[in-house]
């Protein structure tokens, strides 16, 4: 008896054994697979704990085009703007709380830009509209992209916290859908969104 009460404290304890994995599916109106939706969960009361992400913050100018198209990073994380093109281009985004300004710069030279507020910067180049990229900025370490088949899988995650769905295309006040959902301890978990995206080339800033 002693030893399965010292078992089951032990276990207790080890609170990751008590973290479910969440798969998360988002559809259109039609059922079809959404893919490149942001997904994050936050858990009630925040996140705690440094945040790392294992993919490169940076957004590089490359073909007249941003790469990637969406990136997501920890709140607080400096993103590298390489240009390895043969022409300048003048960074920028407008968005609230992520306002920044990269001026004109030229082939394999970069800036830098912290991101200090959650949020989603939309990027743009003055010298090409039709430059266009997302930086995701998250204060959880919960966070995944949906695939060309509408999933994303959150690993770790546990309790009581608000799912979020983003989108650049998403067609709702403030490009997001958000749900509390409250996490069973252990297993599989599944959640489902159907979003609707405004028209392809509908892209606003
Ligand atoms: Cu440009």
Known sequence: MRALIAFLIAVAAFGE????????????????PIENA???FTPNGGASGPIRFSWPYQVSQHNLQ??????????GAEVRFPNLDR???HVYSLSQANRFE???YGRDESRTHRF???GVAAIGCNIHDQMQAYIVIVDT?????????GSTLLTGVRGAGELRVWHPQLRTR???????????PTGMAQEHFQIQLRSAGGHAH
């Open 17 to 32: 054994a008590y973290a479910a994995d969440l798969t998360v599916r988002v559809v259109g109106p039609d059922g079809a």
């Open 174 to 184: 403030g490009g997001a859908m958000v749900r509390a959902v409250t996490l069973s």
């Open 66 to 75: 941003f790469d990637p198209y969406i990136l997501i990073v920890p709140v």
């Open 141 to 149: 370490p919960h966070v995944g992209r949906t695939n060309v088949g």
């Open 38 to 40: 942001v997904v994050t």
């Open 87 to 89: 022409v300048r281009h």
């Open 102 to 104: 990269l001026e004109l």
């Open 116 to 118: 200090r507020q959650a």
